[in-house]
């Protein structure tokens, strides 16, 4: 059983930066894909990132251009850099690890990132 700790989340401006971290409990490379949801208040959860194992990586439109996905396979470790940040960007993200084999999603408990205007 893998668990997901993410961190990082912070009240910040509208126009600056934040880094999330997502640190594995186990190995990462096991995991076919690694991702960032986001949920805001009255809002469904949504996809943001996703980075599969071969490196490759596919963003929301709505972050395209400020928002950053990496993974540290050593580190077991997933990064989400998010940059111009607005004050639509606030939610609280979640880390997702999916397995293929049994098919299986693995969530990290949540950070909060709000973004002031």
């Known amino acids: 059983q893998v668990q997901l700790v993410e961190s990082g989340g912070d009240l910040v401006q509208a126009g600056g930066s934040l880094r999330l971290s997502c640190a594995a409990s186990g190995s990462i490379f096991s995991f076919n894909a690694m991702a960032w949801y986001r949920q805001a208040p009255g809002k469904q959860r949504e996809s943001v990132a996703r980075?599969?194992?071969?490196?490759?990586?596919n963003y929301a439109d709505s972050v395209k251009g400020r928002f950053t996905i990496s993974r540290d396979n050593a580190k077991n470790t997933v990064y989400l850099q998010m940059n111009s940040l607005k004050a639509e960007d606030t939610a609280v993200y979640y880390c997702k690890a999916e397995q293929l084999f049994p098919r299986k999603d693995y969530w990290g408990q949540g950070t909060q990132v709000t973004v002031s205007s």
């Open positions: 980075v599969i194992r071969g490196g490759s990586t």
